[in-house]
């Protein structure tokens, strides 16, 4: 009898886990991605910010795949699903399948602003990070020579929009990268110049954590010298300014858009099915999608509720979800059933700069020393590779103790970075 065949969509944290948890059993896995790696998107910023290098923070597909004889890899950009004929359309041509897990994750949500949508940075691939270092360097090596003394100002203005744990991370690297690093290599550049403005919607930041964890991170953030605006919102951009609700413009050349995140593309494809808040697909208790029990849509994609409320889009999340997939398909192939997919939360947490975090786990509060200790260790455990480990553990352990950052390499010049130099001709 043939070996049943499961496609897995997708190869972020919902994808790796059931990938993981069917490898070496007896069906045979099928692994798509749009790229050849996993990425391990919450250091993201840290790539941005000169922190790490973008190999650090990702690992080769098919170094996963010649470790377990039942699984294969395609290269291969997903274009739609035919549920009647259980086929995944591909540009490679098409995938049959038997089981089907959706693990396609998301992407940035501009809620439709399309002024931001082409002067904004955002963070959900390797090639954004990278980007986004360059233009900070490159504001910097601007800024450096530049007579004009409100455009010097706008080069020098950073702003990121969404208080959550990205926003909140990233603000902080980035000051303490300026303050500790850029400020060195530019001797002309005092740390008084700069401007890091964290904007947030809503009247806190982290609005996940508890209240006092919450103005630990803001008191914290203020302290290092990021200017915190609550209840902002950004309704524009162009290449050189903000612009905020009620017609106030910021002067900068610099936004990282991290204020919010639907479903994937992938989502939009799928035909004649139910979609929620964010084009996040509906699916039933046990993460399948109605009238169809043989596919099932984890992570990002899935609007799964609990107590009413859909789970957020989040990794743990999506561990969880990859995992029960792979057990469900498991337990039907053995004629078994499992219960409804449930949620354990087991906490969440954000670091803010050098020896400082804010955590909860299991009920309890963390902050600062001992949830940054947390943090890294949590991320050390969760990234893929013993070398991306060891690497970004000495990396960590080089920044903590000597105030360095050394990927500061300006590997492109993007034509966004270079049309700066154009605007004082401007009328």
């Known amino acids: 009898m043939p070996k049943k065949r499961v496609v897995i969509a997708g190869m972020g944290f919902g994808g790796l886990r059931a990938a993981r948890a069917l490898a070496g059993s ?15 998107q919450p250091l993201l910023y840290q ?19 010649r470790r377990w ?37 998301s992407r940035t949500n501009f809620f439709g602003m399309e002024s931001v949508v082409a002067h904004a940075f955002d ?48 603000s902080g690297a980035l000051r303490e990268l300026i303050v500790y690093v850029l400020s060195q290599d530019h001797p002309d550049i005092a740390v008084s110049d700069t401007r ?9 930041l982290l609005t996940a954590m508890p209240d006092d964890l919450r103005r630990y991170a803001y008191d914290k953030l203020r302290s290092m010298g990021v200017e915190v605006m609550l209840e902002s919102r950004v309704v524009g951009a162009t290449a050189a300014s903000v612009e905020l609700y009620g017609g106030t413009e910021i002067a900068s050349h610099t936004l990282l858009w991290s204020a919010g995140v639907s479903a994937a593309e992938l989502a939009g494809y799928l035909r004649d099915v139910e979609s929620g808040a964010g084009g996040r697909i509906m699916v039933q208790p046990d993460l399948t999608i109605h009238d169809h029990p043989e596919v099932f849509v984890v992570g990002d994609m899935a609007c799964c509720t609990k107590d009413g409320v859909p789970l957020p889009m989040m990794a743990p999340v999506a561990i969880q979800q990859g995992e029960y997939a792979a057990r469900a398909i498991m337990a039907r192939e053995q004629g078994r059933s499992l219960p409804a997919f449930h949620y354990l939360d087991k ?69 966004r970075a270079v049309s700066v130099v154009l605007d004082r001709n401007e009328p």
């Open 47 to 65: 790539v941005a910010t000169a922190g790490l290098e973008q190999e650090e923070i990702a690992y080769p597909l098919r170094g996963l795949v």
């Open 69 to 105: 004889h039942n699984a294969s890899f395609l290269l291969a950009e997903i274009c739609g699903v035919n549920f009647a004929d259980k086929c995944v359309q591909t540009d490679a041509g098409p995938v049959q399948y038997d089981y089907l897990v959706v693990a396609a994750g």
């Open 196 to 204: 890091i403005i964290l904007m947030e919607a809503t009247d806190s």
């Open 347 to 415: 906490g969440a947490m954000a670091t803010i700069g050098k020896s400082s975090a804010v955590a909860t786990a299991a009920g309890f509060k963390f902050r600062g020393f001992i949830a940054w200790v947390a943090w890294l260790l949590l991320h050390l455990y969760y990234l893929i590779g013993f070398r991306n480990r060891l690497i970004v553990m000495m990396n960590w352990t080089y920044a903590y103790w000597f105030q360095e950052r050394q990927v500061r390499l300006i590997t492109a010049i993007k034509r």
């Open 123 to 170: 963070l959900k691939r390797l090639d954004q990070a990278e980007d986004l270092r360059n233009h900070i360097l490159l504001m910097f090596e601007r800024a450096s020579h530049e007579p004009d003394a409100k455009l010097r100002s706008a080069l020098l203005t950073f702003v990121v929009v969404g208080g959550g744990p990205t926003g909140v991370e990233f």
């Open 26 to 40: 007896d069906v045979e896995l099928i692994m798509i991605d749009r790229n050849n790696y996993h990425l391990f």
